[in-house]
């Protein structure tokens, strides 16, 4: 009967954990209401967490009505330092003094990024170049190009300054990399920057205070 329920298509809110990849979070749905038919609307790093929306059975079919939505994050950027992988899943290198930046220059800083821009994803990404997501030909250490795209950052409000750590919430258009922000950002101030903390509160009109974990997912399927 589950299995039934599951085809006929639904729409689940997870909250994902810290550390795993949204592949995990679709994998483990699957094995779980024994069906292959799972997607889910938009990946989030392993070192992101936060809401994913996942989609089963025949609603597979709106996967990319959902990911085409706008998206709220919100997250810390730690100044001072730059990261091969824009993130935490690679060490902080490049240090340079954050003398001098003021709460001032945060808040001027975050205001150049607001509005249609030009964003280079990171190399370090599920991005395809002849069939290969990149990040296996960057971990190589082959040189990898990727074109600048259009994306629109609608707000970008800085929440906290506790140096280094700068606390933020963005708005954005889909294709929008917040690890190519927090590393624009440290470079528009001159001293670097790297994506510490992020998570995902919100797609299109779906919270993720409505989510469930993947334990109450896994309660709710064995119940």
């Known amino acids: 009967m589950i299995e039934n329920t599951f085809e006929e298509g639904k729409v689940l809110l997870i909250d994902k954990p810290i550390e795993w990849t949204s592949f995990d979070i679709v994998r483990k749905i699957r094995n779980l209401i024994k069906i292959k038919k799972v ?8 070192l992101a ?3 994913l ?3 089963t059975g025949k609603f597979t079919k709106k996967i990319n009505e959902y990911m085409s939505q706008e998206k709220e994050y919100k997250g810390t950027i730690a100044l001072g330092a730059v990261t091969p992988t824009y993130d935490l899943e690679s060490k902080p290198e490049n240090f340079k003094t954050i003398e001098g930046i003021t709460k001032e220059k945060i808040e001027e800083a975050s205001k150049k990024f607001i509005g249609e821009i030009l964003q280079t994803p990171p190399i370090h990404s599920a991005i395809k170049q002849n069939g290969k997501p990149v990040y296996l030909m960057a971990r190589k250490g082959i040189d990898v190009v990727l074109e600048p795209r259009k994306i629109t950052i609608k707000e970008f409000e800085i929440t906290s300054v506790e140096m280094p750590a700068v ?6 258009t889909t294709g929008t990399y917040i690890r190519s922000l927090a590393n624009d950002f440290g470079a528009e101030l001159g001293c ?17 205070k409505e989510a469930m974990t993947m334990e109450e997912f896994m309660k709710s399927v064995s119940s």
């Not at 606390?167 to 954005?172: T, W």
């Open 39 to 46: 997607g889910h609307a938009g990946t989030l790093d392993p």
């Open 49 to 51: 967490t936060g809401l």
């Open 53 to 55: 929306i996942v989609c």
């Open 167 to 172: 606390s933020f919430k963005v708005v954005c």
């Open 192 to 208: 670097g920057g790297y994506l510490s903390e992020l998570r995902r509160t919100r797609i299109g009109n779906f919270k993720v």
